[in-house]
């Protein structure tokens, strides 16, 4: 399977933007999708998730209140809305998936798919 996220770019502080990640196979709507994000010199972290049934999401804490995750199976395609962004959020966000249960989404040893990444600048 293919992901493809776009969406990302150059904003200031307290701007929103929406992340898209759009599946080349239409499998990946019966399974979890999570975002991660790398920051500059940074390891890997958790962002969101989201489970296939739409019941359950998950968020980091440093995320929590102000990123939305959400679904749209009909497109093959999960969002993560971002909002009240801080330069702290400036990173590579990449969206993962896998077509086995996951569960424990946080953990991105869970995830066998992964798409290209796409750049997230927040100015201050």
């Known amino acids: 399977v293919q992901l493809q996220a776009s969406g990302g770019g150059l904003v200031q502080a307290g701007d929103s933007l929406r992340l898209s990640c759009a599946a080349s196979?239409?499998?990946?709507?019966?399974?979890?999708v999570g975002w991660f994000r790398r920051a500059p010199g940074k390891e890997r972290e958790f962002v969101a998730a989201i489970s296939r049934s739409y019941s359950s999401t998950y968020y980091a804490d440093s995320v929590k209140g102000r990123f939305t995750i959400s679904r749209d199976n009909a497109k093959n395609t999960v969002y993560l809305q971002m909002n009240s962004l801080k330069p702290e959020d400036t990173a590579v966000y990449y969206c993962a998936t896998d077509f086995e249960p996951i569960t424990i989404p946080m953990n991105p040893d869970r995830y066998d798919y992964w798409g290209q990444g796409t750049l997230v600048t927040v100015s201050s």
């Open positions: 196979d239409p499998r990946t709507s019966r399974h979890t």
